[in-house]
């Protein structure tokens, strides 16, 4: 299978704890996208990179969110000090432009669940 | 922020029936991309619409892309139990082409 990946599937945590989220994107793409979607709603978009770069940030993204991609391939989505509003769907999308054209491939998500 | 309105918000259809719904913005759209999402998944690309007037199909999947860049359709013909899901238009924001704002999508339910 060669689309996009995540891990984990799904992550239940306490208020109050750390969890992290890994991207493996498709791999000849050098753009990666974090969205969040919570229930009955879109996907909203929350940050990108180009490379190893972070070049947007939503202002939906706290600082206690951060998210790297240290060597341009996978990425990690840290959420420190979870709340209960943090549970959502947290979708990684990858993309390479090609022409005029960047498609967005999304991958299966992690569900998080905060009690 | 730019906003995409789609309708109906949710459809229930008898199997073999043909099946419409839209996508309206009050700003214009460069790019109109229609997904679908199963629970529990991503959403996975139907259908990328790149001109205005342009109309695309993926075997029984039918899109156009509006003549004013603010509206979009989806049309799926003789409608089958795996078209359940949710359908969700997007397109780049303005304020960013990397950024997608989505639709708040369409619950399909196909009865047999």
């Known amino acids: 299978d060669t689309g996009v990946s995540q891990d984990p599937r799904h992550k239940i945590t306490k208020r109050g704890q750390n969890v992290t989220f890994r991207c493996d994107p498709i791999s000849e793409h050098n753009r990666l996208y974090w969205y969040r979607q919570t229930l009955g709603q879109g996907p909203e978009f929350l940050t990108y990179f180009q490379n190893e770069a972070q070049l947007e940030k939503s202002r939906l993204l706290s600082d206690r969110f951060s998210a790297e991609r240290p060597k341009g391939s996978f990425s990690t989505l840290e959420i420190q000090r979870t709340e209960q509003g943090d549970s959502a769907m947290y979708l990684c999308a990858s993309s390479q432009r090609t022409g005029t054209t960047d498609t967005q491939y999304f991958g299966p998500g992690t569900r998080l669940t905060v009690l | 922020g730019q906003q995409l309105n789609q309708s109906p918000q949710s459809m229930f259809i008898q199997e073999g029936e043909d099946v419409s719904m839209n996508c309206t913005s009050s700003s214009i759209f460069n790019t109109w991309l229609w997904y679908k999402q199963d629970p529990g998944e991503g959403p996975v690309l139907l259908i990328a619409l790149y001109k205005a007037g342009e109309l695309t199909s993926n075997g029984r999947l039918t899109a156009q892309f509006g003549i004013t860049r603010k509206d979009s359709f989806l049309n799926i013909s003789a409608s089958i139990p795996s078209d359940v899901g949710i359908y969700f238009c997007?397109?780049?924001?303005?304020?960013?082409?990397?950024?997608?704002?989505f639709g708040s999508g369409t619950q399909l339910t196909v009865l047999p």
């Open positions: 997007a397109g780049p924001s303005s304020g960013s082409a990397r950024q997608l704002t």
